[in-house]
């Protein structure tokens, strides 16, 4: 079982940018699929972006195409989400998930930080 702590998390207004980041101490993610989910309010877990262990992005939604990125640092054993043009519909809590292979349902996940876009 991998530990996933998530970070960066904030409230922020349309149109801002956002990075989250995530890690797993004492544990290697680097032969991991790394990818990000997220939970808006009375809705179901989605997938956003997955970066294989190989450093090959699959999206996982049409929402973000062109305004979210995903990369990863096998060094600093992190992946990161950068969010930029952030809409009110981006709102929820972010998740960070792990992975032989990215897929839209993942076996291990973060505990999750919330983004809330709000003016």
């Known amino acids: 079982q991998v530990r996933l702590v998530e970070s960066g998390g904030d409230l922020v207004q349309p149109g801002s940018s956002l990075r989250l980041s995530c890690t797993a101490p004492g544990f290697t993610l680097e032969h991991y699929a790394l990818a990000w989910f997220r939970q808006a309010p009375g809705k179901e877990r989605e997938g956003v972006l997955c970066?294989?262990?190989?450093?090959?992005?699959?999206s996982l939604s049409d929402s973000v195409k062109g305004r979210f990125t995903i990369s990863r640092d096998n060094v600093k054993n992190t992946v990161s989400l950068q969010m930029n043009s952030l809409k009110p519909e981006d709102t929820a809590v972010y998740y960070c998930a792990a992975d032989l292979l990215c897929d839209h349902r993942m076996n291990n996940y973060g505990k999750g930080t919330l983004v809330t876009v709000s003016s």
């Open positions: 970066i294989s262990s190989r450093g090959q992005i699959t």
